[in-house]
């Protein structure tokens, strides 16, 4: 059983750029949750979709966005990069009835040169 | 949310128990304690959840006095393995995932021989 996967695992791209992450979520899993984490700063939560609808967010501007597909599957766009947008991004999936454990991807290493 | 605080880092050495403390005076009747350990560039990896007194599983106990304004994370025999980052987090159990969690930025643990 495979578990939350990423891709790309890691990329460079230069400032005013776009990127889009990719997430497939652990089986079984419904709900996708998206997190920046830069160097040495704890996760955090950009947005979380449920249903093909963005059901929570973070303090991230529009730049972020999402998406899901009805295989549950997700994407993490980000429009007009900024240096400051490096960092690893994860997905985090969980079940149709949460019982407090995310199950998190190795994340997408972004660079923003 | 309720805010969490833990130490910024701890030594400890192989076979010692670690007890991680975390400050969560805010926290809410429905909220959960759960941490959290993640390893460099990787995705962060669920140890355990509690709600209130004392909850044990394979990898750690974690202790929950009765005002819950607190928690202790305990991890005994530690290995060099268990180096790593250890997040403590405060929230609810609601709906079909969890609503953001939020990450501090962790107690980070480094293990001797």
């Known amino acids: 059983d495979a578990g939350v996967t990423q891709s790309p695992t890691h990329l460079i791209k230069t400032r005013g750029q776009q990127v889009t992450l990719r997430c497939s979520p652990k089986?079984?899993?419904?709900?996708v949750s998206w997190y920046q984490q830069a160097l040495g700063q704890g996760p955090q939560f950009i947005f979380q979709y449920y249903e093909e609808e963005e059901r929570q967010r973070g303090n991230f501007p529009d730049r972020f966005s999402g998406h899901q597909f009805p295989n549950y599957s997700s994407e993490l766009n980000v429009n007009a990069l900024l240096l400051g947008d490096s960092a690893l991004y994860l997905c985090?999936?969980?079940?149709?009835?949460?019982?407090?454990?995310?199950?998190f991807g190795e994340g997408s290493r972004l660079t923003v040169l | 949310l309720a805010k969490t605080t833990q130490p910024i880092s701890m030594d400890s050495y192989e076979g010692q128990e670690v007890n991680i403390t975390c400050s969560h005076n805010n926290i809410a009747t429905n909220d959960y304690i759960t941490w959290y350990q993640q390893f460099p560039s990787q995705g962060p990896r669920f140890i355990i959840q509690?709600?209130?007194t004392k909850v044990t599983n394979e990898v750690a106990s974690l202790f929950i006095p009765a005002d819950r304004k607190s928690s202790t994370l305990s991890l005994p025999r530690v290995s060099l393995s268990d180096t790593a980052v250890y997040y403590c987090l405060v929230g609810e159990n609601s709906g079909g995932g969890a609503d953001g969690l939020t990450f501090g930025k962790g107690t980070h643990l480094i293990i001797q021989p």
């Open positions: 509690g709600y209130k």
């Open positions: 089986s079984g899993h419904d709900t």
């Open positions: 985090a999936s969980s079940p149709p009835f949460y019982t407090g454990e995310l199950f």
